[in-house]
């Protein structure tokens, strides 16, 4: 079956800028997942939504950074005003439910280049 | 705060030379502990959970074990195919469902 889409697969953008990036998560899956990967650095758990509720907004890095869920299915990460510091690979993975016992399928991520 | 250092940081195996990867934990309880594989451009490839300490999980060349404080992902006769970056990840106990990453171990099988 399908797995985990993301697009765009590479979005350049300039400082300031605002950016949208999309999450396709693999079908009846009820748990959805942001990560940041940067270089050099582990992968950095942003936040996590339950259906369309996100119980913890607090990984996010600044109030510049959002996202939504609708219908329990597609998700929508914002970030506002680009910095250079944004620059990172963002992962987004699925699963059937929230909890340990249940394994996150990720997708291929976008790249995001912010100049 | 959760954190998972993971040792060394880069590894080149000849094909055939078994060797064991090591991921170091600190969690205020452990929900779950998690391998990945992920390859250059990639996502991350689910490859195990361990919950417990003394459990062991295996898939073809491939061996986690856990303990109270570290992980180790054991290779068995590597193949050029098993090059990637593996992750370990921890979550902790709670209804936050965050979890924390390494920064990974680049192996690389030459033949």
């Known amino acids: 079956g399908a797995g985990v889409s993301q697009s765009p697969s590479n979005k350049v953008t300039e400082k300031g800028k605002d950016v949208e990036l999309r999450c396709d998560p693999i079908s009846g899956h009820t748990a959805l997942y942001w990560y940041r990967q940067s270089l050099g650095q582990g992968l950095e758990f942003l936040i996590y939504?339950?259906?369309?509720?996100?119980?913890?907004k607090s990984g996010l890095p600044s109030d510049r950074f959002s996202a939504e869920r609708t219908g329990g299915s597609v998700s929508t990460l914002t970030i506002q005003r680009t910095q250079q510091e944004d620059s990172a690979v963002y992962l987004c993975?699925?699963?059937?439910?929230?909890?340990?016992?249940?394994?996150?399928?990720f997708g291929p991520g976008t790249r995001l280049t912010v100049t | 705060e959760d954190q998972v250092t993971q040792s060394p940081e880069a590894l080149r195996l000849q094909e055939g030379e078994s060797s064991s990867l090591n991921c170091s934990y600190t969690?205020?309880?452990?929900?779950?502990l998690f391998w990945y594989r992920q390859d250059p451009g990639k996502g991350p490839e689910f490859l195990f959970t361990l919950y417990s300490a003394g459990e062991e999980k295996e898939k073809e060349r491939l061996k986690a074990t856990l303990t109270k404080k570290e992980s180790f992902l054991h290779i068995t006769a590597p193949k050029p195919e098993d090059s990637a970056t593996y992750l370990c990840a921890v979550q902790a106990p709670g209804g936050y469902q965050k979890v924390t990453f390494g920064i990974g171990t680049k192996l690389q099988v030459i033949p």
């Open positions: 939504f339950q259906g369309n509720s996100a119980p913890d």
């Open positions: 969690v205020s309880g452990l929900r779950g």
């Open positions: 993975a699925s699963s059937r439910s929230t909890g340990a016992s249940y394994e996150q399928y």
